[in-house]
């Protein structure tokens, strides 16, 4: 094998193993960006389904309230 042979191979398993290394950092890169962004759209709705669990027992609370209210009576 001739030297610029050696000088070939060797470039090209360096440009392989750059290209591997490139491609490892842009999964990564993309695992952590999608992780993020599914933490930023999960975030707002556990808040909102709070809200509406909170607000949909306030509204059960009266709504039983009033049905109580009037099989009672009111004696005010």
């Known amino acids: 094998m001739s ?5 070939d191979l ?13 491609l490892g950092q842009a999964q990564i890169e993309i695992l952590n960006n999608t992780l993020k962004t599914v933490t930023s759209m999960v975030e707002p709705m556990g808040k909102t389904a709070t809200d ?23 004696n005010k």
């Open 10 to 22: 060797s470039g090209a398993i360096s440009g392989l193993v750059d290209t591997l290394g490139k």
């Open 52 to 74: 509406l669990v909170g607000t949909l027992a306030n509204t059960m609370n009266d709504v039983l309230k009033n049905v109580t209210s009037a099989i009672g009576g009111d």
């Open 3 to 7: 030297n610029g042979s050696n000088n």
